[in-house]
């Protein structure tokens, strides 16, 4: 009797679906977000952006560093398309993706991306990048082609 109850509760949790942490915006649960703040430093620019998405919507923020205006200023919100959330499915894999920095610009940029569940943090990447690679692959969706986006958007 014993060991049909361990089989039968063997296979009952084989068959459970497990929590996935995986970072996709495309799996976000109505109680998931994906939090991403942005730096990008080179030569002649600086600049701070944070990202909060849920599901199929983004809210934009700018990060201000310097002059009397600091800290983050919401710059508003986009409807994100399928073909967004598929583009930015592909940008989180890039980041996720253990990689050597090529250094192909004097530009740095500094990515940190949190997934979590009800307010509790279940996956944390932070990738260093200054190939600029990200504008060249194709089909993806970059955090700076959002930014452009809100920005048209409150012209």
Do not use: W
């Amino acid at each position: 009797m014993r060991l049909v109850i361990i089989v039968l509760l063997s296979l009952l949790t084989l068959s459970t679906p497990q929590a996935s942490n995986e970072m996709s915006i495309s799996k976000l649960k109505p109680n998931e977000n994906i939090a991403i703040e942005f730096t990008s430093s080179g030569c002649f620019h600086h600049f701070a952006s944070f990202y909060v998405f849920e599901k199929d919507i983004v809210s934009i923020f700018e990060i201000k560093t310097k002059g009397d205006n600091r800290g983050m200023q919401e710059l508003g919100s986009l409807q994100l398309s399928k073909d967004d959330i598929q583009g930015l499915d592909q940008l989180l894999h890039y980041y996720s993706e253990e990689k050597v920095d090529q250094q192909r610009t004097t530009t740095r940029e500094k990515t940190q991306i949190e997934l979590s569940r009800d307010g509790q943090i279940l996956r944390k990447i932070v990738s260093y990048n200054s190939s600029g690679y990200t504008q060249q692959i194709k089909g993806i969706v970059t955090l700076s082609d959002l930014m452009k986006r809100i920005k048209q958007k409150n012209e």
